[in-house]
């Protein structure tokens, strides 16, 4: 729809640079493309990280080994795609034609999905179960509805009804955490056993390990983990608008790239670092998921901290002489240290949740590693506003740190430095 009405005169807008301008039928056409773009997007990050992790035997240690693999190379491969598009599309788009470079899109899209359909046959598919969604409301409807019931005091007193159980899906034995949710598998002497009426254990252990997944309350080796989904919010509202170190419009354009090109070293990582890795601690991984996890978020520390650093050189240098910035290669080691903090962090989050989850609710678990992504962008807005809207408060100059005419006259260092703590 995009690419139509980029090369059709006619659906085009009137050029009057404000966007007001899209109205009627040409805005329904052109928000309803994005939406779909989004809407499609949104179930790839879903499904296809999942699908490729169910052609592996999870029972053994060389198909544990192969899985840990398989999910560096989806984000490698998921990085490629992206460096061709923020290069070699951006350069259609320019130097050619814009309408190209959504053609080029289009092309490729249609590519990949001929691509997966050609190779159905081979896949390992899961049968089809019921909604994950469902099972969830199902679960918190009847816990609702039972609040008034009292706990039994063994698991064996649950309604465990299993000829309502998903045969295609495993059993998962009764726990004491969230025991409000109990109340679901808890049938009434007047109902009979319905899905609406009373859950599985199975079932309500579902949503429990979504729940524990969602803010990682899970206890492991005796205490508490932080809320992963909570910091990996912090962690993504960071070096999306790099400063400008020269007249060279190729300068913000190149940023990104070397995000890209460092989050690309998963090869050195998966071919060197991760069998010395197993010679120590002896796991299919190197590091557990957690660990990786951990080691993504002290980069992720150390890049917004060097980026306040570089910020202050940048200001220093412009204000000396605004004729001579510096080089562009002071941004490689922020952004250099943030793709390999991404690299760490985006594969151990797609493998914990993965593999955290019961077979009957994979998929969904493994959303929330895209879903903590796209939080972090939305929360990146609101930072800023609060932000500025705290430090207009109480700085000196009554302005907030991101409220200057441009970032010589603003304080984006200690932007950085805020999430470089946070």
């Not at 009137?14 to 773009?37: E, H, I, Q, R, W």
């Not at 080994?65 to 460096?83: D, E």
């Not at 081979?122 to 969830?136: A, D, E, F, N």
């Not at 609406?196 to 524990?212: N, P």
């Amino acid at each position: 729809m995009i690419t139509v009405q980029a090369f059709s005169d006619k659906l085009q807008p009137d050029a009057c640079g404000k966007p007001t301008c899209v109205k009627g039928g040409k805005a329904l056409m052109f928000y309803t493309s994005l939406y779909l773009l989004a809407l499609g997007q949104g179930g790839v990050r879903g499904a296809l990280p999942a699908l490729g992790a169910d052609q592996f035997d999870h029972k053994n240690h060389k198909g544990a080994k192969s899985l840990a693999t398989y999910f560096n190379w989806f984000v490698l491969g998921t990085t490629l795609g992206v460096i061709v598009g923020v290069t070699g599309l951006v350069w259609v788009s320019m130097n050619k034609d814009w309408s190209w470079g959504f053609l080029i899109g289009t092309i490729t899209s249609f590519v990949g999905f001929i691509a997966l359909a050609l190779r159905k046959p081979l896949y390992i598919v899961r049968p089809l179960g019921h909604s994950p969604i469902t099972r969830v409301a199902q679960v918190i409807v009847v816990a609702i509805r039972n609040t008034s019931l009292s706990l039994p005091k063994s698991p064996d007193e649950y309604e465990i009804n299993e000829t309502e159980r998903d045969p295609s899906e495993e059993k998962v034995s009764h726990t004491n955490q969230f025991r409000s949710l109990d109340k679901a598998s808890i049938l009434p002497d007047d109902m009979n056993p319905q899905p609406w009426r009373v859950c599985t254990v199975t079932q309500v252990e579902e949503v429990k390990i979504l729940t524990k997944n969602a803010a990682h309350l899970s206890k492991h080796n005796h205490h508490e983990h932080m809320p992963i989904p909570i910091s990996n919010f912090l962690r993504n509202p960071r070096l999306h608008d790099g400063p400008t170190l020269g007249p060279s419009k190729h300068s913000l354009r190149l940023t990104p790239v070397i995000h890209l090109v460092f989050m690309s070293i998963i090869p050195a990582y998966e071919y060197l670092v991760v069998p010395f890795a197993r010679k120590i601690t002896g796991h299919p991984s190197g590091i557990t998921q957690l660990q990786r996890v951990g080691v993504g978020l002290v980069l992720s520390a150390m890049s917004m901290t060097i980026a306040g650093i570089v910020e202050v050189k940048r200001i220093n240098q412009a204000l000396k002489d605004p004729t001579s910035p510096i080089s562009l290669f002071w941004l490689s080691f922020q952004y250099g240290i943030s793709g390999v903090a991404d690299m760490f962090t985006m594969v151990g989050l797609l493998e914990f949740f993965y593999k955290a989850a019961p077979s009957g609710t994979r998929s969904l678990s493994t959303s929330f590693a895209p879903l903590s992504l796209s939080f972090g962008v939305f929360l990146s807005t609101v930072f800023v506003e609060v932000i500025n809207s705290v430090t207009k408060r109480i700085a000196p100059s009554k302005q907030g740190w991101l409220e200057g005419q441009g970032l010589d006259q603003s304080n984006l260092n200690l932007f950085y430095w805020f999430f470089g703590y946070t």
